[in-house]
T-cell receptor, first 114, second 112 residues
């Protein structure tokens, strides 16, 4: 799993509900990232965090929220404000705090809104 | 900003042939480039990377070529195998920043 664990792998939710995706890493790396992937498209950055208690918006942060209370955990909440939440969500970690370097991805969480 | 595009959404090759996947980027300040492989339903896996001070880097059965003049990047896979079937993404970092910009991916299909 590349030292990073995402759960759940599949998730269904009704419109109007918030849902939280879990991302845990066990390698003491500083930087963590959340990406969204839609069919036939590349990955788009939602949020990233380089240090505990700090995070920055990526290119498509609207309708999402994150927290980084512990170094090993970076959960993503998909809120009801996200207009098109059905997608494949990928969490990643990086050794480097500043400068991306190589990203190691988890296995992803597939969210479907019914 | 940065935009990244791959030249072909799908590439079909015969087993044993060499594969070449191409990628173009827009920002001349881009300085770090990575190729990822993504199998169906899984997260992307690192294949090989190259920095802007190089124009070629080789790994096991893979070679990345960087042409900064025309802002073009390619991934060559030698003796393509069925296990190479996947979507391949190039990703670009600009100016020592913290974000990777991904291309849209090329689906590599290996025919037996």
């Amino acid at each position: 799993d590349g030292g990073i664990t995402q759960s759940p792998k599949y998730l269904f939710r009704k419109e109007g509900q918030n849902v939280t995706l879990s991302c845990e890493q066990n390698l003491n790396h500083d930087a963590m990232y959340w990406y969204r992937q839609d069919p036939g498209q590349g990955l788009r950055l939602i949020y990233y965090s380089q240090i505990v208690n700090d995070f920055q918006k990526g290119d498509i942060a609207e309708g999402y929220s994150v927290s980084r209370e512990k170094k090993e955990s970076f959960p993503l909440t998909v809120t009801s404000a996200q207009k098109n939440p059905t997608a494949f969500y990928l969490c990643a970690r990086s050794i480097l705090r500043y400068g991306t370097g190589e990203l190691f991805f988890g296995e992803g969480s597939r969210l479907t809104v019914l | 900003g940065e935009s990244v595009g791959l030249h072909l959404p799908t590439l079909s090759v015969q087993e044993g042939d060499n594969s070449i996947i191409n990628c173009a980027y827009s920002n001349s300040a881009s300085d770090y480039f990575i190729w990822y492989k993504q199998e169906s339903g899984k997260g992307p896996q690192f294949i090989i990377d190259i920095r802007s001070n190089m124009d070629k880097r080789q790994g096991q059965r893979v070679t990345v070529l960087l042409n900064k003049t025309v802002k073009h990047l390619s991934l060559q896979i030698a003796a393509t195998q069925p296990g190479d079937s996947a979507v391949y993404f190039c990703a670009v970092v600009t100016g020592g920043g913290n974000k990777l910009t991904f291309g849209t991916g090329t689906q590599l299909k290996v025919e037996l």
